[in-house]
């Protein structure tokens, strides 16, 4: 690296992902950090997009004498972050149920510093596995936060680290490197403290960056205003972000006609780690997918149409498949991501899915036209229906259905392919009959008589014909008679007289294998 190059050099806020199992408090400790509450507009208790936020640590100059032992755990570095109150930390929240694990990946690979964030109660979970392995795989320093600690009587915290030890984190106290930080968003213990530590390990880590290149970074979110356009949601890496300038990424472009930070304040310009919204792509970009500044829209396009070609796909549906068509309609590009993510991984091994169209935005005539046409069904993750589509819809007698919540969506899906399964027919077996009298016989109608051996016969089943127990015919039980008298079954012991239908003849000796077949439904 040359002189020139490091002289531009500056310190680099932090850029911290939140990962952990469901219901474990991530969103919670994300609310006691920022003191205002994310969860508000979520339902069912689960944060459904990735979102960024800011928060800004008062920092304290060392040489101060008026700067308490405290204080002075706050590395003072306020000139190089890009703010004259403090220190600054991005906070990168993703979904933690197993539906997102996409997600929490991306989340991953774009931030500096991971929280592993633990339920002291619960301890150890799936998705808090799957969370080591992102941050491992990410490269990325790991903090502990074990949360809801003020419940004490089922706290146990010392459990909980040694559950983190067998999956390969091991916390100071138990003798490695990894901090680990007792947590609660109720009284806000260990707060500050988890702060404070964020800030030490960012300063081991020496994050730097470069103000004066090109700028880029990574798109984080994607969504689609009706009114004004596409608003994409960035973190920046290095350059500082102004409008007017050209984006493009491997599939989508724009120029900057606004700024605006995480709580959607319109802003001048944007500084690496800082969550930004951007209003002025034309073509809206993937989550996860880097940006660069161009120099104009049809350098940006050129990139883009390399980058189409290269993933151009076919679609094959074998012959004889039952074939299930849906529409996809969602708010954000993450959500959308998430839904076929998880659709993917639906047992198709007796019915295709097959998404026709799958995009960002409220659900409109061209949706409809297209289930009517191609025998779709629609589905819409947190998106309204246009008007005019909806009366356009109940005319064709096509009704879409909308989800505020991921799963209630997916199990929709997998009751509609459900739908398309033919029934399973199962064999019941009921008893077992010894042929002792044959009465008369016409065509494939055979009058027979027999003595119950086991179980209980009844009409109106089928008959397995055994002879020198050896399979060699089927039919079927029509009536039963006992004395002379119809009956509906017969149990072990009792001789009774039967109408057989079937194309093997009965002889006296014969064991019929008396059972029903019965239609069950299939589930994926």
Same mark, same amino acid.
């Given at each position: 690296?040359?002189?020139?190059?490091?002289?531009?050099?500056?310190?680099?806020?932090?850029?911290?992902?939140?990962?952990?199992?469901?219901?474990?408090?991530?969103?919670?400790?994300?609310?006691?950090?920022?003191?205002?509450?994310?969860?508000?507009?979520?339902?069912?208790?689960?944060?459904?997009?990735?979102?960024?936020?800011?928060?800004?640590?008062?920092?304290?100059?060392?040489?101060?004498?008026?700067?308490?032992?405290?204080?002075?755990?706050?590395?003072?570095?306020?000139?190089?972050?890009?703010?004259?109150?403090?220190?600054?930390?991005?906070?990168?929240?993703?979904?933690?149920?197993?539906?997102?694990?996409?997600?929490?990946?991306?989340?991953?690979?774009?931030?500096?510093?991971?929280?592993?964030?633990?339920?002291?109660?619960?301890?150890?979970?799936?998705?808090?596995?799957? $969370? !080591? %392995?992102?941050?491992? @795989?990410?490269?990325?320093? /790991?903090?502990?936060? +074990?949360?809801? &600690?003020?419940?004490?009587? =089922?706290?146990?915290?010392?459990?909980?680290?040694?559950?983190?030890?067998?999956?390969?984190?091991?916390?100071?106290?138990?003798?490695?490197?990894?901090? $680990? !930080? %007792?947590?609660?968003? @109720?009284?806000?213990?260990? /707060?500050?403290?988890? +702060?404070?530590? &964020?800030?030490?390990?960012? =300063?081991?880590?020496?994050?730097?960056?470069?103000?004066?290149?090109?700028?880029?970074?990574?798109?984080?979110?994607?969504?689609?205003?009706?009114?004004?356009? !596409?608003?994409?949601?960035?973190?920046?890496?290095?350059? /500082?972000?102004?409008?007017?300038?050209?984006?493009?990424?491997?599939?989508?472009?724009?120029?900057?006609?606004?700024?605006?930070?995480?709580?959607?304040?319109?802003?001048?310009?944007?500084?690496?780690?800082?969550?930004?919204?951007?209003?002025?792509?034309?073509?809206?970009?993937?989550?996860?997918?880097?940006?660069?500044?161009?120099?104009?829209?049809?350098?940006?396009?050129?990139?883009?149409?390399?980058?189409?070609?290269?993933?151009?796909?076919?679609?094959?549906?074998?012959?004889?498949?039952?074939?299930?068509?849906?529409?996809?309609?969602?708010?954000?590009?993450?959500?959308?991501?998430?839904?076929?993510?998880?659709?993917?991984?639906?047992?198709?091994?007796?019915?295709?899915?097959?998404?026709?169209?799958?995009?960002?935005?409220?659900?409109?005539?061209?949706?409809?036209?297209?289930?009517?046409?191609?025998?779709?069904?629609?589905?819409?993750?947190?998106?309204?229906?246009?008007?005019?589509?909806?009366?356009?819809?109940?005319?064709?007698?096509?009704?879409?259905?909308?989800?505020?919540?991921?799963?209630?969506?997916?199990?929709?899906?997998?009751?509609?392919?459900?739908?398309?399964?033919?029934?399973?027919?199962?064999?019941?077996?009921?008893?077992?009959?010894?042929?002792?009298?044959?009465?008369?016989?016409?065509?494939?109608?055979?009058?027979?008589?027999?003595?119950?051996?086991?179980?209980?016969?009844?009409?109106?089943?089928?008959?397995?014909?055994?002879?020198?127990?050896?399979?060699?015919?089927?039919?079927?039980?029509?009536?039963?008679?006992?004395?002379?008298?119809?009956?509906?079954?017969?149990?072990?012991?009792?001789?009774?007289?039967?109408?057989?239908?079937?194309?093997?003849?009965?002889?006296?000796?014969?064991?019929?294998?008396?059972?029903?077949?019965?239609?069950?439904?299939?589930?994926?």
């Amino acid at each position: 690296m040359s002189e020139e190059t490091n002289k531009n050099l500056v310190n680099k806020p932090p850029v911290v992902v939140i990962l952990g199992h469901v219901d474990h408090g991530k969103s919670s400790l994300l609310c006691a950090i920022k003191d205002f509450k994310i969860m508000e507009k979520e339902s069912g208790g689960i944060t459904q997009h990735i979102g960024a936020y800011e928060v800004v640590l008062p920092s304290v100059d060392p040489a101060s004498p008026q700067s308490s032992q405290a204080e002075q755990k706050v590395p003072y570095s306020a000139q190089d972050d890009f703010t004259s109150q403090g220190r600054k930390i991005t906070f990168i929240d993703t979904p933690g149920h197993e539906a997102f694990s996409v997600m929490r990946h991306r989340g991953a690979k774009i931030a500096d510093i991971a929280i592993l964030v633990v339920d002291v109660v619960e301890g150890v979970k799936k998705q808090t596995k799957e $969370a !080591i %392995e992102a941050a491992k @795989k990410a490269q990325l320093p /790991i903090i502990v936060a +074990l949360t809801k &600690i003020d419940r004490k009587m =089922e706290a146990q915290p010392e459990k909980v680290k040694k559950e983190l030890s067998e999956n390969g984190i091991l916390v100071e106290s138990f003798g490695g490197k990894i901090p $680990a !930080i %007792e947590t609660s968003c @109720k009284t806000n213990q260990g /707060i500050e403290e988890l +702060l404070e530590t &964020i800030l030490l390990i960012a =300063e081991m880590e020496n994050l730097k960056t470069n103000l004066f290149e090109p700028c880029q970074g990574i798109i984080i979110e994607s969504l689609l205003d009706p009114q004004k356009g !596409i608003f994409c949601t960035l973190i920046l890496e290095k350059g /500082i972000l102004k409008e007017n300038e050209i984006l493009g990424t491997a599939s989508g472009y724009g120029k900057v006609k606004q700024l605006s930070n995480f709580q959607g304040k319109k802003i001048k310009q944007g500084f690496p780690s800082q969550p930004v919204q951007v209003l002025g792509f034309i073509e809206a970009p993937k989550i996860g997918e880097k940006f660069s500044v161009f120099p104009d829209i049809e350098a940006a396009k050129k990139e883009i149409k390399k980058e189409k070609k290269n993933k151009a796909q076919v679609f094959w549906v074998a012959e004889g498949k039952k074939v299930l068509n849906i529409i996809l309609k969602a708010d954000v590009l993450g959500s959308l991501e998430a839904i076929e993510e998880i659709l993917k991984n639906l047992s198709q091994e007796e019915v295709v899915l097959r998404i026709l169209k799958s995009e960002v935005g409220v659900i409109g005539i061209a949706d409809i036209q297209l289930a009517n046409n191609a025998k779709a069904k629609i589905f819409g993750f947190r998106v309204d229906m246009d008007k005019n589509a909806k009366f356009y819809g109940e005319q064709k007698k096509i009704f879409p259905k909308t989800f505020d919540v991921i799963y209630e969506l997916i199990e929709e899906t997998r009751k509609a392919m459900e739908k398309l399964l033919s029934p399973e027919i199962k064999r019941r077996d009921l008893g077992k009959l010894k042929i002792v009298a044959l009465f008369k016989k016409k065509q494939d109608n055979q009058i027979i008589g027999g003595k119950v051996l086991e179980g209980e016969i009844t009409r109106d089943t089928f008959a397995e014909v055994v002879r020198e127990e050896e399979i060699i015919g089927q039919g079927k039980i029509k009536n039963l008679q006992e004395e002379k008298r119809e009956i509906v079954s017969a149990g072990k012991g009792r001789e009774i007289g039967m109408l057989f239908v079937g194309k093997v003849e009965i002889k006296e000796g014969d064991i019929l294998n008396i059972f029903k077949e019965e239609k069950e439904k299939k589930f994926l």
